[in-house]
């Protein structure tokens, strides 16, 4: 890598945030309370998209907001007051997916940087030419462009025109998230930021009925398919010409935006360096949640073959030290004596096993059992960095 792409990441909420930039994002992506794609997540009232500006800001850090819905007129209502406070607070991109607002953008507030979103569906040349004859600053590849094509793409734009692509994470089942599934189940609409995500939901044969149904046990991934993990060939995306990996998960949990962070930050910084990436991080990103892993349509169909992986479990995560120990906020339970494993930045405590001392809950009381959840718990005599995570490694027959 001549030019060290841009590792961007996912931010559901201000708690995702932190932890992302601590576990070496240059950049995130996050929704205010308007025009975002994932209403699920908790997002940002004005007074959180200030403190997510500082929080990115006051480490030189890089903050994008989404505006990436489809909306209707009543959508736009007060859109450029919303504008004008994001760039009031030095917003370092908008993604933006309607072509409208992608022009009234460009034309009336050219000072905020427009990014074409991913569902805008830009598949070749000439329509990125278009945008970047608008003045957009970075486009958003469609998931479906091999490297192949996004080379020719990229030969055929201005130098201050960047391109973003997905290096990981769950796979949509239509063009770059152009989906009716959701909304034909549930009448929840994707385009609308209320997707239900059904395609990366396991379902089983209705028995009798000739239909579907949510599996409870045993079932397949039906609709969607094995999620995307390009950690094995980032050198290849940066050679055809990607200065931003994106990974995908505004609504995954704390433990994969530190899991998935970390390993492709040490991936990065290795490739930049002129050495390998480490079998180590490639099996960091089978820690997290996933469904099985594929390269996508990088390198031609994607195959949909491989089983998803035993993945370890978020047990919680530390919020600070204390004289007693580390404070730690539970996820799920654990006990005294339990083997549990350290996910940290600090590479002095990455993957270091830990065996759960006797803990104080936040009353002060002694317990050997943590089992409240988001409840605090003191681990008497173990000291751990902030926002390092606890997780236990799946039971293996």
């Known amino acids: 890598?001549?030019?060290?792409?841009?590792?961007?990441?996912?931010?559901?909420?201000?708690?995702?945030?932190?932890?992302?930039?601590?576990?070496?994002?240059?950049?995130?992506?996050?929704?205010?309370?308007?025009?975002?794609?994932?209403?699920?997540?908790?997002?940002?009232?004005?007074?959180?998209?200030?403190?997510?500006?500082?929080?990115?800001?006051?480490?030189?850090?890089?903050?994008?907001?989404?505006?990436?819905?489809?909306?209707?007129?009543?959508?736009?209502?007060?859109?450029?007051?919303?504008?004008?406070?994001?760039?009031?607070?030095?917003?370092d991109g908008l993604i933006i997916s309607d072509l409208g607002l992608i022009e009234h953008v460009t034309s009336k507030h050219a000072n905020v940087p427009v990014h074409v979103s991913t569902q805008a569906n830009v598949m070749n040349s000439m329509t990125a030419r278009v945008y970047a004859d608008m003045g957009v600053k970075r486009i958003v590849l469609a998931r479906e462009l091999n490297l192949t094509q996004i080379r020719k793409l990229r030969d055929g734009l201005p130098d201050d025109v960047t391109l973003e692509a997905f290096v990981h994470g769950a796979m949509c089942v239509s063009y770059s998230g152009r989906c009716l599934l959701s909304n034909y189940l549930t009448g929840r609409s994707a385009n609308r930021g209320e997707c239900n995500q059904a395609c990366r939901m396991v379902f089983t044969p209705e028995i009798g009925g000739g239909g579907l149904e949510f599996a409870q046990d045993d079932g397949t991934y039906i609709f969607g398919?094995?999620?995307?993990?390009m950690i094995e060939h980032l050198d290849e995306l940066a050679d055809a010409g990607v200065s931003s990996f994106k990974i995908e998960g505004r609504v995954k949990s704390e433990y994969y935006v530190a899991c998935i962070v970390n390993a492709y930050r040490k991936a990065i910084d290795a490739v930049a360096a002129g050495k390998r990436v480490s079998t180590e991080y490639v099996a960091e990103t089978k820690k997290a949640p996933n469904r099985g892993f594929n390269t996508g349509f990088y390198y031609g169909q994607p195959a949909h073959d491989e089983t998803p992986q035993k993945y370890y479990e978020f047990c919680g995560m530390v919020m600070h030290d204390s004289p007693d120990g580390a404070v730690v906020e539970m996820r799920n339970r654990f006990k005294t004596g339990e083997k549990l494993e350290v996910l940290s930045r600090d590479d002095g405590y990455l993957n270091k096993i830990i065996i759960v001392p006797e803990m104080t809950d936040d009353n002060g009381e002694k317990t050997t059992d943590a089992k409240v959840p988001c409840k605090r718990y003191t681990l008497c005599g173990v000291r751990l960095p902030e926002l390092s995570i606890l997780r236990r490694a799946p039971i293996t027959a």
């Open 1 to 91: 890598m001549t030019n060290v792409p841009e590792l961007l990441a996912p931010a559901g909420d201000m708690k995702k945030l932190d932890v992302a930039l601590e576990y070496g994002a240059d950049a995130v992506y996050l929704a205010g309370k308007k025009l975002g794609m994932r209403a699920a997540c908790k997002n940002f009232d004005y007074d959180g998209l200030k403190a997510a500006s500082l929080a990115a800001h006051s480490r030189r850090k890089k903050f994008y907001v989404t505006l990436n819905i489809f909306p209707n007129d009543k959508d736009l209502e007060g859109v450029d007051e919303y504008i004008d406070y994001l760039q009031s607070l030095h917003v």
């Open 225 to 229: 398919g094995n999620d995307l993990n």
